[in-house]
């Protein structure tokens, strides 16, 4: 490295913990060059070969499926690129990744940079505790809570304690919609530094922040950038699924910072690594609003879809949904496929004209989803896509053919859980239809009733 060289102060607070194609960086190419030239700005080979194998810099991959020759105009020659991360740019054999390798870029460290005035539960209040202390020690974490137990609230002291040591913190989540409802609920808590949102077509790329929202899917551009990392949903599609995804969480972090895991339904994986003393944990067993989470029942109702293919519901099915129309409660109904929920559409719809479908490609999603939480659609059939993060309130849930395979213990629980959140509703019914019960739903059950006792033996509910 050239000491003598005046680098850029705002290339270096650009790049620094960002691994960046060339067309990727909002700088001239010449000042790049006189970098690279100074030993400022290092790069490194997108597609690396080993032992005869591919693998990608960027996102890990090296499955031999998910590289494709091309011939490449740059290079001249048939040239190899990676399709599992396509999606961000393309990272070929003869791109070249670049990365800050210059001095550190410290952040401004702010007073009362935490505006949140808010209260937390005694439950909140204990996990908020061991957030800070993981936090400060640089440890893994794993906060287990409820679905409504306020999980985003338990970060904010963790995430005043980093800004307050001059640390820089990451909230990654599989979800766009989680970044864009979580960006503008930092902001307000946060309103003295600059807060990042991240996500496909998002115009914060360029943002040089402390506090960054993303989806986990951007960490593909990350490198030793955070000294904290927070993952929501840790076991949501596609972060649980892909393994790229966690290969960019470790890449993005540095190698001494913390990792907080947020999740109401932890994998085995991870529950076995908590139980053998590998991973800490904390649980807030219950929702702010100190009730118990609604225990969902159990109904046989026959072949459904064999009954759906003769053009009729079964009729405990019909019941459930007349008497939820008559008393006016809106209702989710969730389907194990968009095949079959387009096959039942038209035979509820004979039972109340309002009902109407919502899937993954449904572009009038939010919309159908904001006229039920208003109260102008009675109900939505719906696939797996509404398990989490809708809240409505005085909502029941059915699950139609619960013993599916796509119902995990985790879908389940996490459609359990869009019942009751509210302080002014806490209860409400949650019913899986099903032709024989599957073990997901069992374990599902008895997952919900494990949390209510704890919380009971915790002094955490009110009733």
């Not at 010449?30 to 194998?53: A, C, F, M």
């Not at 999606?87 to 702010?110: A, H, I, K, Q, T």
Request: a neutral charge.
């Amino acid at each position: 490295m050239n000491p003598s060289y005046s680098f850029s102060t705002e290339l270096q607070q650009f790049q620094y913990g960002r691994l960046l194609l060339p067309e990727e960086i909002p700088f001239e190419e010449e000042l790049l060059d006189e970098h690279l030239q100074s030993g400022y700005i290092s790069t490194t080979t997108g597609i690396r070969k080993i032992d005869g194998q591919y693998e990608c810099t960027r996102c890990g991959n090296s499955e031999p499926s998910l590289f494709y020759r091309f011939p490449c105009s740059r290079c001249g020659q048939k040239c190899a690129y990676c399709r599992a991360c396509i999606m961000m740019g393309r990272v070929s054999e003869c791109s070249l990744l670049y990365s800050w390798n210059g001095p550190g870029f410290d952040f401004n460290v702010l007073e009362d940079v935490m505006a949140w005035g808010g209260t937390l539960s005694e439950g909140q209040r204990t996990a908020s505790e061991r957030v800070v202390s993981a936090i400060h020690d640089n440890e893994e974490l794993l906060v287990w809570a409820v679905c409504g137990a306020g999980k985003t609230e338990v970060l904010f002291k963790g995430i005043e304690a980093a800004l307050l040591s001059g640390k820089r913190v990451c909230i990654a989540t599989p979800r766009t919609d989680v970044v864009l409802e979580l960006a503008p609920r930092l902001k307000k808590a946060f309103p003295k530094i600059e807060v990042g949102a991240l996500y496909g077509g998002s115009e914060d790329r360029h943002v040089v922040a402390s506090l960054i929202v993303t989806t986990t899917h951007q960490l593909f551009r990350f490198q030793n950038a955070f000294d904290t990392i927070i993952i929501d949903e840790v076991d949501a599609f596609p972060y649980s699924m892909d393994r790229s995804l966690q290969f960019a969480v470790t890449k993005a972090k540095k190698a001494i910072s913390a990792t907080i895991y947020l999740t109401a339904t932890p994998s085995k994986r991870m529950q076995h690594a908590h139980e053998s003393g590998k991973l800490q944990a904390v649980t807030i067993p219950a929702r702010f609003h100190r009730q118990p989470i609604p225990v969902p029942l159990m109904k046989w109702c026959g072949n459904w879809k064999k009954q759906f293919e003769k053009k009729t519901i079964p009729p405990v099915i019909t019941d459930w949904i007349q008497e939820r129309t008559q008393l006016q409660i809106p209702i989710l109904l969730f389907f194990p496929s968009i095949k079959v929920m387009d096959l039942a559409l038209p035979l509820f719809q004979n039972l109340n004209s309002g009902l109407q479908s919502v899937h993954s490609q449904d572009a009038e999603r939010k919309e159908k989803v904001i006229s039920l939480r208003e109260g102008l659609l009675p109900g939505l059939l719906t696939t797996t896509i509404l398990e989490r993060g809708v809240t409505i309130s005085k909502l029941d849930v059915a699950v139609i053919g619960a013993e599916h395979t796509v119902f995990s213990e985790s879908a389940l629980v996490q459609i359990a859980g869009r019942v009751g959140r509210s302080a002014n509703d806490p209860t409400g019914n949650v019913t899986f239809f099903h032709y024989g019960k599957s073990s997901d739903m069992v374990e599902a059950i008895r997952h919900i009733q494990n949390m209510n006792e704890e919380a009971g033996k915790r002094g955490l509910l009110d009733v």
